[in-house]
């Protein structure tokens, strides 16, 4: 067999061909499809199409994270709509508001395995790449198709593989990394593209740092992202899934349109300005630009991990005066096992607010919203104009570390010089 | 289709399309009265029922939120041409029935309130204002047929109809 890809093998394998090749747009079985709160809005389109059912109840997930508590009676209706379909359907995989965002809770529940294709009514759906499955963002009427269906037509993807050297430097995260290969390839660098992440600085990596990088290749207009699977990814799933798996990967000589080879021994802290996600510039350049807001959370930065590295800085000083800190743990689970920590209470202590798991003000809906002429810097993953509320503020992208220490100092700051 | 142009640059992404502060309501007229607001505050005001956008690299890209697409097709917008595409934007513009045209000429050929005349089925695009024509690779045809039958739930509800 001529040697393939990693999208090319997942989607052979779910369109029961044999072989596919780039630029093929194949009709897809669908392992598993993830919706938020816009399954209201899929929903309707659910009803439209007058399927008596859903195609498989196992295969779909539903929860809410985009607006928890409600922030709006139109959210409540929403919610208790799709609260309604889910007991009438009887959906077993329905986690309601309780357990925080979607792309920390399917990981943390098992619903994400190697091998696997996933769709998700959330662009971020990337993330689960992670974990070596190929997973995208669709939108609400095509996932209303697969619930009908279970299929989607999909054009298969021509390859990018990344193979990072080196080992980062202290007070340097994946964070860092992603937006600095997102600040060299460009907003649609990887646009349709699926893009490998390899090489030893990846396999050093956590599966929260490699979450983040995978989560992020949409913001380069990938199509999916992916790290092939190791022990890391196996011990990550023992625990979580009695469900057997069979790890998916691209072979060694595989035609990619493209190789990039980086090394990160020598990447210092990232940070992305306004108004667009690749305008990256090294932390130094913006340094002591006063901040109003910092935010520690979302589906890219509010991992335990993440909050272990702002709590190093945080726990035992002050947030500056005049600087609203945000603490958003990214589930139940992280919040939990912060709170039992005292990590948590370091950042109360702090000054901090720590909201409930969910997605908070990372998309502008509510829980810390920008007034004109603010500058926000935050672990998020867009700085578009107005993504966290007036048009007129600004917003930064950084890593935890980098946050934390700006939340500290007030101004943008290099974390390396809290770590001294 | 024949409409006037509104042009505007690379990487127009969803949440100026659309902001995440009025998701919450699904009402098509409501996210038609703010479609892109944060980039063009005339816009909404102004748009006409069958005008076109002209747009630069990358447009729709973003979050995968279909509300984007809904409120340019609520507020009139009969097609949208650009250099390039975020891929999300595309399948659901196709899918909620409003045209899109990958034409990476168009962006420098065309000035605000010029005249545009589309044949999505052929591949042409005209300037009427100032007499060019463009080519572009037409749609593959079962796109062309969700656009055509105006969207994806009406070609998924086929499958689920008791056959006459």
């Known amino acids: 067999m001529a040697p393939t890809t990693f999208a090319q093998k997942v989607l052979a394998q779910a369109s029961g061909e044999p072989a596919v090749e780039p630029g093929q747009i194949v009709n897809a079985r669908i392992d598993l499809a993830m919706s938020h709160e816009n399954a209201a809005l899929v929903l309707r389109s659910f009803r439209e199409i007058g399927a008596s059912q859903v195609w498989d109840r196992d295969k779909m997930v539903i929860l809410f994270d985009h607006r928890i508590p409600a922030n709006t009676t139109k959210a409540a209706e929403n919610h208790k709509a799709v609260r309604e379909f889910v007991r009438a359907e009887g959906l077993p995989h329905f986690y309601d508001m309780r357990e925080g965002i979607c792309h920390q809770v399917l990981p943390e529940k098992g619903h994400v395995r190697p091998g696997m294709l996933i769709v998700g009514s959330d662009s971020h759906t990337t993330s689960y790449g992670a974990l070596g499955a190929f997973s995208t963002g669709i939108g609400a009427t095509e996932m209303a198709s697969v619930w009908a269906t279970g299929e989607l037509w999909l054009k298969v993807p021509r390859t990018i593989r990344i193979r990072f050297e080196g080992d980062l430097l202290p007070g340097v995260m994946s964070k860092d990394v992603i937006l600095n290969v997102i600040g060299q390839l460009g907003a649609d660098g990887a646009d349709y593209r699926c893009v490998e992440y390899t090489g030893p600085t990846v396999d050093a990596m956590s599966v929260a740092s490699r979450l983040v990088l995978c989560n992020m290749a949409v913001e380069m207009g990938a199509k999916a992202g992916v790290c092939f699977p190791d022990q890391k990814v196996q011990r990550y799933l023992a625990g979580r899934t009695t469900k057997a798996y069979v790890p998916v990967v691209s072979d060694a000589d595989a035609p990619v349109e493209r190789t990039l080879e980086l090394d990160v021994s020598k990447l210092g802290p990232q940070v992305a300005c306004p108004h667009q996600v690749d305008n990256v510039r090294p932390v130094e350049e913006v340094e002591g630009l006063p901040i109003d807001q910092a935010l520690i959370g979302s589906c890219t930065n509010g991992r335990m991990e993440d909050l272990i590295a702002a709590a190093s800085l945080i726990s035992g000083q002050t947030v500056a005066e005049g600087v609203r800190l945000i603490i958003v743990p990214a589930s139940r689970e992280v919040y939990l096992e912060a709170m039992e920590r005292g990590i948590l209470a370091s950042f109360v202590r702090a000054g901090a607010l720590v909201l409930n798991p969910g997605c908070g003000p990372c998309l502008g809906a509510h829980q810390g919203l920008l007034a004109p002429g603010e500058r926000a810097i935050t672990t998020t993953n867009r700085n578009f104009r107005g993504r966290m509320g007036s048009p007129e503020a600004e917003i930064y992208l950084a890593s935890p570390l980098t946050v934390a220490a700006s939340a500290i100092k007030g101004v943008v700051t290099d974390p390396r010089r809290l770590m001294l | ?164």
């Open chain 2, 1 to 164: 289709m024949k409409g006037r142009v509104w042009r505007y640059g690379d990487h127009v992404n969803t949440d100026l399309i659309i902001s995440g502060r009025y998701l919450d309501d699904y009402d098509p007229r409501h996210l038609a009265r703010h479609a892109l607001e944060d980039l063009d505050p005339v816009f909404s005001q102004d748009v006409r029922y069958g005008d076109i956008i002209v747009a630069g690299r990358n447009f729709g890209c973003g979050s995968s939120r279909e509300q984007a697409p809904v409120a340019l097709k609520t507020a009139g917008v009969a097609a949208v041409v650009a250099t390039s595409f975020a891929r999300i934007f595309y399948r659901n513009a196709i899918n909620i029935g409003l045209p899109v045209v990958e034409c990476p000429e168009a962006h420098a050929n065309f000035h605000v309130g010029e005249i545009a005349l589309i044949n999505i089925e052929k591949g042409i695009l005209v300037n009427e204002s100032t007499g060019r024509t463009m080519r572009f690779d037409p749609l593959p045809p079962f796109l062309l047929e969700i656009l055509r039958s105006g969207g994806l739930v009406s070609t998924t509800r086929k499958r689920f109809q008791p056959k006459p």
